[in-house]
């Protein structure tokens, strides 16, 4: 259906009114029709203009958002820990905070240096002889300090308390060892 079915009605009414020619209808007419015409030619520029600002304001939300899901696409050995860090560090920081909490003296022993003793078998001697079992340990964070050197700080579950400690991290000619024996740095 047109929107000039009614054409010949709106004509009969404005010809009664003025009497009009058939030159004069025409016109009447045309500029009828140039109106909607135009009105349809500025309503879709005007949904294209839409969509052109809301396709504008989406790029720049999800430009926004980058940063924060970028996390999600790292490997394990950097940003989880707020920051690079290498992942035989991480390994190593996993595996004694593993093994402190299933009571596994020699995962324990190999990858920690405890000051307090001189070699690996003292300190293995040392820690058979311990009573107070850790039931349970959470990293919560490992930062750089030097190119040669991490801190962990983990929470620590033992005798119905939890501790939050940190330990260093040092590069040693072994590998990777976690530091214990030292002064405890208490949260």
């Not at 850790?134 to 501790?163: K, M, W």
């Amino acid at each position: 259906m047109s929107h000039f079915d009614g054409k010949n009605e709106i004509v009969e009414s404005i010809n009664n009114k003025m009497k009009l020619s058939d030159s004069e209808k025409n016109e009447i007419f045309s500029q009828i029709k140039d109106r909607i015409h135009h009105k349809k030619k500025t309503t879709t520029s005007m949904r294209y203009k839409y969509y052109l600002t809301l396709a504008s304001a989406s790029f720049i939300f999800l430009l926004l958002l980058f940063p924060t899901f970028s996390s999600f696409f790292q490997d394990s050995s950097s940003g989880q820990w707020g920051g690079e860090v290498p992942s035989e560090v991480v390994e190593v920081v996993n595996k004694y905070f593993e093994a402190l909490g299933t009571g596994d003296i020699d995962t324990v022993v190999q990858y920690s240096h405890d000051t307090r003793h001189t070699n690996k078998a003292e300190q293995k001697v040392h820690y058979a002889r311990i009573n107070e079992p850790t039931t349970e340990t959470e990293i919560l964070e490992i930062r750089r300090v030097t190119s040669d050197e991490y801190e962990v700080t983990a929470l620590i579950f033992e005798n119905d308390e939890v501790l939050e400690l940190r330990f260093p991290v040092k590069k040693m000619e072994i590998g990777w060892q976690v530091i214990v024996g030292m002064d405890i740095v208490r949260e």
